[in-house]
Each structure stands twice: as structure tokens, then as C-alpha cells.
């Protein structure tokens, strides 16, 4: 098959396109830096040519509200060149609980995202995963100083990145869902556990305060952000991922 993976330059991209590789598939990466811009449209049609699969996994600049625009415009664009290109199989990378965060603006966009896949003229699969073991360092910088990290007791399900890779690949692989795929880690922790857990690890002498208003986290309630009893649990636990290089 030929997968065009847009955002195949990124953490997850980059990924998706090695294992689609190995797997005897035909892998493009379609990225700004190849050419490629879902905003404006440039290169999108050339990059569909012959396509039997889009992966989307192309990621906002920022989570603000200018994230809205984003996912709308390039979803958008992305399943209009779809349907003249004749893809047969549009797969986006979403996240558990999107849609009940509605506080948050970047999980507002992923939900219209989501909306526009499901709205669209093609079959298609959205993989839905939870927060990701590699973003932990980056949501304890936005609430740290010297001495202390603010954090969160909010219940998360943390999942590593090649899992969701793992994830990714079989779905766009297979036969379109046209419905989700949930897939999370295999443990569940508060924020702040979380923290402890990764400071020790990294002998990090800081210390993990709780604080319900610290950070993005902060607007979540209940344990939304958690995997249902339909998910499918990957396998990599966040103790032992601490302890591997990365």
C-alpha cells in the first residue's frame, strides 16, 4: 500500500513512516520541510498522487486558540485533496477524553478535527491515545521554578510514544474503523505522582507540590483523561521506561 503520513517528520511521524517501511508498505513523509503545507494547500495534491492511505498526525504550533484554526483548515484541506486524490482511508491521531475537556482549546480543536474526519466523504479511523510518557518533562517546565513543581492530581494513563506508533500503524494498515480505536498505558497515576516519580528518577531534587490550579491540567475534572474499558493497553510501563534511554 501507499500511506502518506502528514507530519512524517515529527516524534510520531517519523515513527509511523519507519514501521510502515519495515512492513513492506510505502511510506511518505509529508511535512513543511518536504514541500508540503496542509495550511495553504501547496504540495498537497502531488504529495496524495496514488495514495491509498492518509495518516494524519500533522501537529498545531501552539495550543492556544490559534490551534482551532489549524486543525479546521488543514482537515479541511487534507479531505478535499483526499477525495480527488481517491483515498480510500483517512486515519487521524487524537486523544482519550478529547471531548469532554471543552475548557482546554487545544482539545476543543482536536474534537472539530474529529468532527470534520467523521463529517467527511471518506472511511476512516481515529486512534485515540492518552498523554504521552515523552511530554512529562515539558508539563512540569510550565509550572516549575528552582525548588518546586506545581502539579495536578488529575488521574492520567500515560502511554510511550512508540506504543502509540505500534497503535497507529496497525489501524492504518487495516481495514477503516469508521469509529475509534482507545489506546493507553498500562497504569494509571495522579499528575503529581507522576512528577514525584519522574523527578527521583532523573535525581531531580525538586519537589512536586499539589496544586489543583497549577498548569493546563488544571481544567480537567474527573478521571476523563483515563482509558475506558474498551481501550487497548499497551504494554510499556512508565517505571520501566524511566529507567531505559530516551
Request: zero cysteines; charged letters at 20%; glycine letters at 8%.
Given at each position: 500500500?501507499?500511506?502518506?503520513?502528514?507530519?512524517?517528520?515529527?516524534?510520531i511521524?517519523s515513527?509511523?513512516?519507519?514501521?510502515?517501511?519495515?512492513?513492506?508498505?510505502?511510506?511518505?513523509?509529508?511535512?513543511?520541510?518536504?514541500g508540503?503545507?496542509?495550511?495553504?494547500?501547496?504540495?498537497?495534491?502531488?504529495?496524495l498522487?496514488?495514495?491509498?492511505v492518509?495518516?494524519?498526525v500533522?501537529?498545531?504550533?501552539?495550543?492556544d486558540e490559534?490551534?482551532?484554526?489549524?486543525?479546521?483548515?488543514?482537515?479541511?484541506?487534507?479531505?478535499?485533496?483526499?477525495?480527488?486524490?481517491?483515498?480510500?482511508?483517512?486515519?487521524i491521531?487524537?486523544?482519550?477524553?478529547?471531548?469532554?475537556?471543552?475548557?482546554?482549546d487545544?482539545?476543543?480543536?482536536?474534537?472539530?478535527?474529529?468532527?470534520?474526519?467523521r463529517?467527511g466523504?471518506?472511511?476512516?479511523?481515529?486512534?485515540?491515545?492518552?498523554?504521552?510518557?515523552?511530554?512529562?518533562d515539558?508539563?512540569?517546565s510550565?509550572t516549575?521554578?528552582?525548588?518546586?513543581?506545581?502539579?495536578?492530581?488529575?488521574?492520567?494513563?500515560?502511554i510511550?510514544?512508540?506504543?502509540?506508533?505500534?497503535?497507529?500503524?496497525?489501524?492504518?494498515?487495516?481495514a477503516?474503523?469508521?469509529?475509534?480505536?482507545?489506546?493507553?498505558?498500562?497504569?494509571?497515576?495522579?499528575?503529581?505522582?507522576?512528577?514525584?516519580?519522574t523527578?527521583?528518577?532523573?535525581?531531580?531534587?525538586?519537589t512536586?507540590?499539589?496544586?489543583?490550579?497549577?498548569?493546563?491540567?488544571?481544567?480537567?475534572?474527573?478521571?476523563?483523561?483515563?482509558?475506558?474499558?474498551?481501550?487497548?493497553?499497551?504494554p510499556?510501563h512508565?517505571?520501566?521506561w524511566?529507567?531505559?534511554?530516551?
Amino acid at each position: 500500500m501507499k500511506l502518506v503520513v502528514f507530519g512524517g517528520t515529527g516524534r510520531i511521524g517519523s515513527q509511523v513512516v519507519q514501521k510502515l517501511t519495515a512492513a513492506g508498505h510505502e511510506a511518505v513523509p509529508a511535512a513543511p520541510s518536504t514541500g508540503v503545507d496542509l495550511i495553504t494547500g501547496k504540495g498537497v495534491d502531488q504529495a496524495l498522487e496514488g495514495a491509498d492511505v492518509v495518516v494524519n498526525v500533522a501537529n498545531s504550533p501552539t495550543f492556544d486558540e490559534a490551534s482551532v484554526d489549524f486543525f479546521r483548515t488543514s482537515m479541511n484541506n487534507l479531505l478535499a485533496a483526499g477525495e480527488r486524490a481517491g483515498v480510500g482511508h483517512q486515519v487521524i491521531l487524537s486523544i482519550i477524553g478529547v471531548d469532554q475537556v471543552p475548557e482546554l482549546d487545544y482539545y476543543r480543536a482536536k474534537t472539530l478535527q474529529e468532527d470534520l474526519l467523521r463529517q467527511g466523504p471518506t472511511p476512516y479511523s481515529i486512534v485515540r491515545a492518552t498523554q504521552f510518557f515523552e511530554f512529562m518533562d515539558a508539563t512540569m517546565s510550565w509550572t516549575s521554578d528552582d525548588d518546586t513543581v506545581h502539579l495536578p492530581a488529575t488521574p492520567i494513563q500515560p502511554i510511550a510514544a512508540a506504543d502509540v506508533v505500534d497503535a497507529v500503524v496497525e489501524v492504518a494498515t487495516g481495514a477503516p474503523l469508521q469509529g475509534i480505536r482507545n489506546v493507553a498505558g498500562p497504569d494509571v497515576f495522579t499528575l503529581d505522582e507522576l512528577g514525584r516519580l519522574t523527578l527521583a528518577a532523573e535525581h531531580d531534587s525538586r519537589t512536586v507540590i499539589t496544586d489543583d490550579k497549577a498548569g493546563m491540567f488544571a481544567a480537567v475534572t474527573g478521571d476523563v483523561l483515563t482509558a475506558g474499558p474498551d481501550a487497548n493497553l499497551a504494554p510499556t510501563h512508565y517505571r520501566d521506561w524511566l529507567l531505559q534511554p530516551h
